[in-house]
């Protein structure tokens, strides 16, 4: 059996195109969540701004956290995978301008061209849009969406080409030799890992993503150019759901490789983790199905197949990874901080995020809860409690301004603001799924509004809490370029 020991690795600070991704992650991360808070505050009546404006706002906002998450989780994956391999940073910055190019085709869309069919665009409707919007803002927001796709789908192939020049193969770049064969403790590092199944997963998600674009923006100009609706809902519900998996999956490689320098001790590639990585790069493709339960026209096997596999990929990674971390973090003495507090409670974010849809992937709950505020409920603590908090323990990461350096009271004010007002947020969405508040609607009935209300002050709580994290982080944007150790060593390691 293969024996892991720390080796202690350089503390590469940030290349410029990892800030310039974080710096606009953090402008447009800290926008959707005020175009997220408006829309809670229409709802709550606290504020009026009408119908129109509620579904412009909600389209910008669903596309528009999607996105820029997945930048967000591009930038860690990047700044870290290029310390094993040989990545471009011109692919790394063409990703960066096709992605601003298609923000400002959304954006054009919506704000000039009224779109508001929502960031799933479900085929017929962003054709049949009854004179609400033109048939060129219909294209160019899905014109804007191909454009992104383009960028990333450059991306996941300059990273396979790296991977593959360096390991051999994308299934040595998963561990395949160790796995299938003696453990000889030379598997690749977790974070070359979870890039290559990234890679895989996107790439197919992303070409599917990118066929049913074409084929509605065909028929936006040759209306006799047909589309199964049913095939174009199942491809786009493919396409988005193997996109957001996959960027909690980019982000946690910040937990792979911070954790271990602040404890000193190894994050094992053994057969058990390199086991679920790979079970995952399959099982991440099939549970989409959960989105299509109530659609009875799907064969049957094909949604019990949904059913099945949905409950399987609750639990590999996040469990090898929830269980590796306090196993490394356990008796190491560490020294908490912003950065190692915020990695640490997005693996409990992950894991509580994650229990909302594992329970709606059961056909017989999916019928009566999937078209509730039950589903914002998990993508919500999933994301928010999760990945960002991932992204931002990173941030604090980079600019952290020496190993001993401490936080101040209003950094861990804010992480506890971070906290809280994350955890009454989504909860006030699961509540209010649990009694079947819908969701998608400007207006709500009378006995949901005092839930919208709460979920209000809650959301204001959070976004306050991330001001100064975003503060804390553009302060210090001349640290984060530097290389310096910056990881508080472990107690039992400094003496």
Same mark, same amino acid.
Request: glycine share 10%; charged share 10%; aromatic share 14%.
């Given at each position: 059996?293969?024996?892991?020991?720390?080796?202690?690795?350089?503390? /590469?600070?940030?290349? %410029?195109?990892?800030?310039?991704?974080?710096?606009?992650?953090?402008?447009?991360?800290?926008?959707?969540?005020?175009?997220?808070?408006?829309?809670?505050?229409?709802?709550?009546?606290?504020?009026? *701004?009408?119908?129109?404006?509620?579904?412009?706002?909600?389209?910008?906002?669903?596309?528009?956290?999607?996105?820029?998450?997945?930048?967000?989780?591009?930038? =860690?994956?990047?700044?870290?995978? @290029?310390?094993?391999?040989?990545?471009?940073?011109?692919?790394?910055?063409?990703?960066?301008?096709?992605?601003?190019?298609?923000?400002?085709?959304?954006?054009?869309?919506?704000?000039?061209?009224?779109?508001? +069919?929502?960031?799933?665009?479900?085929?017929?409707?962003?054709?049949?849009?009854?004179?609400?919007?033109?048939?060129?803002?219909?294209?160019?927001?899905?014109?804007?969406?191909?454009?992104?796709?383009?960028?990333?789908?450059?991306?996941?192939?300059?990273?396979? @080409?790296?991977?593959?020049? &360096?390991?051999?193969?994308?299934?040595?770049?998963?561990?395949?030799? /160790?796995?299938?064969?003696?453990?000889?403790?030379?598997?690749?590092?977790?974070?070359?890992? %979870?890039?290559?199944?990234?890679?895989?997963?996107?790439? =197919?998600?992303?070409?599917?993503?990118?066929?049913?674009?074409?084929?509605?923006?065909?028929?936006?100009?040759?209306?006799?150019?047909?589309?199964?609706?049913?095939?174009?809902?199942?491809? =786009?519900?493919?396409?988005?759901?193997?996109?957001?998996?996959?960027?909690?999956?980019?982000?946690?490689?910040?937990?792979?490789?911070?954790?271990?320098?602040?404890?000193?001790?190894?994050?094992?590639?053994?057969?058990?983790?390199?086991?679920?990585?790979?079970?995952?790069?399959?099982?991440?493709?099939?549970?989409?199905?959960?989105?299509?339960?109530?659609?009875? %026209?799907?064969?049957?096997?094909?949604?019990?197949?949904?059913?099945?596999?949905?409950?399987?990929?609750?639990?590999?990674?996040?469990?090898?990874?929830?269980?590796?971390?306090?196993? *490394?973090?356990?008796?190491?003495?560490?020294?908490?901080?912003?950065?190692?507090?915020?990695?640490?409670?997005?693996?409990?974010?992950?894991?509580?995020?994650?229990?909302?849809?594992?329970?709606?992937?059961?056909?017989?709950?999916?019928?009566?809860?999937?078209?509730?505020?039950?589903?914002?409920?998990?993508?919500?603590?999933?994301?928010?409690?999760?990945?960002?908090?991932?992204?931002?323990?990173?941030?604090?990461?980079?600019?952290?301004?020496?190993?001993?350096?401490?936080?101040?009271?209003?950094?861990? +004010?804010?992480?506890?603001?971070?906290?809280?007002?994350?955890?009454?947020?989504?909860?006030?969405?699961?509540?209010?799924?649990? =009694?079947?508040?819908? &969701? &998608?609607?400007?207006?709500?009935?009378?006995?949901?509004?005092?839930?919208?209300?709460?979920?209000?002050?809650?959301?204001?709580?959070?976004?306050?809490?991330?001001?100064?994290?975003?503060?804390?982080?553009?302060? @210090?944007?001349?640290?984060?370029? &530097?290389?310096? /150790?910056? %990881?508080?060593?472990?107690?039992?390691?400094?003496?």
């Amino acid at each position: 059996m293969a024996t892991y020991t720390y080796t202690p690795v350089p503390d /590469q600070g940030a290349k %410029a195109g990892v800030l310039a991704y974080l710096v606009i992650s953090c402008v447009v991360l800290l926008l959707m969540m005020l175009f997220g808070l408006l829309m809670r505050m229409e709802q709550a009546q606290m504020i009026s *701004i009408g119908a129109l404006w509620f579904y412009k706002i909600m389209t910008l906002h669903g596309a528009g956290m999607v996105g820029i998450v997945a930048l967000a989780g591009a930038a =860690i994956m990047w700044h870290f995978l @290029r310390q094993y391999v040989d990545l471009s940073t011109g692919i790394f910055m063409a990703n960066l301008i096709l992605f601003l190019t298609g923000v400002v085709m959304i954006l054009a869309s919506v704000l000039l061209g009224d779109f508001h +069919a929502a960031w799933t665009f479900l085929f017929p409707l962003p054709t049949t849009s009854m004179g609400m919007w033109s048939p060129g803002a219909a294209a160019l927001f899905m014109g804007g969406l191909l454009v992104i796709g383009v960028g990333f789908v450059l991306l996941h192939l300059d990273i396979a @080409r790296a991977i593959i020049s &360096r390991y051999g193969g994308l299934g040595r770049g998963l561990g395949w030799p /160790q796995l299938f064969g003696p453990d000889d403790g030379n598997a690749p590092p977790p974070a070359v890992v %979870a890039s290559t199944m990234v890679t895989i997963v996107n790439l =197919i998600g992303l070409v599917v993503g990118a066929s049913i674009l074409v084929m509605m923006l065909i028929n936006v100009y040759v209306p006799t150019f047909e589309i199964d609706p049913l095939l174009a809902k199942g491809m =786009i519900y493919f396409f988005g759901h193997v996109f957001i998996n996959a960027v909690i999956y980019m982000a946690v490689i910040a937990v792979y490789e911070i954790l271990p320098r602040y404890t000193q001790r190894p994050w094992k590639a053994n057969k058990v983790f390199l086991a679920s990585w790979t079970a995952s790069t399959i099982m991440v493709m099939f549970i989409f199905p959960h989105h299509l339960l109530m659609d009875y %026209a799907y064969p049957k096997w094909f949604l019990i197949m949904g059913h099945i596999i949905g409950y399987l990929n609750t639990f590999p990674i996040l469990i090898v990874t929830g269980y590796g971390a306090m196993m *490394i973090v356990y008796r190491s003495g560490i020294r908490w901080d912003m950065c190692s507090r915020l990695l640490f409670v997005s693996l409990f974010g992950w894991a509580v995020g994650a229990m909302p849809a594992f329970i709606d992937g059961t056909i017989t709950v999916n019928y009566v809860m999937h078209n509730t505020l039950w589903v914002p409920g998990h993508f919500h603590t999933y994301l928010l409690l999760g990945m960002v908090a991932m992204v931002f323990g990173f941030m604090y990461y980079l600019g952290k301004p020496n190993e001993n350096a401490p936080d101040s009271a209003l950094d861990v +004010a804010a992480f506890w603001g971070f906290v809280i007002g994350t955890m009454g947020f989504t909860m006030s969405f699961l509540y209010s799924g649990k =009694i079947s508040a819908a &969701r &998608r609607y400007a207006e709500h009935l009378p006995e949901w509004v005092p839930y919208d209300k709460i979920a209000s002050y809650f959301a204001m709580l959070l976004i306050a809490s991330v001001l100064v994290f975003i503060f804390r982080f553009l302060t @210090r944007l001349g640290l984060a370029s &530097r290389d310096y /150790q910056r %990881a508080s060593l472990a107690r039992s390691m400094a003496t």
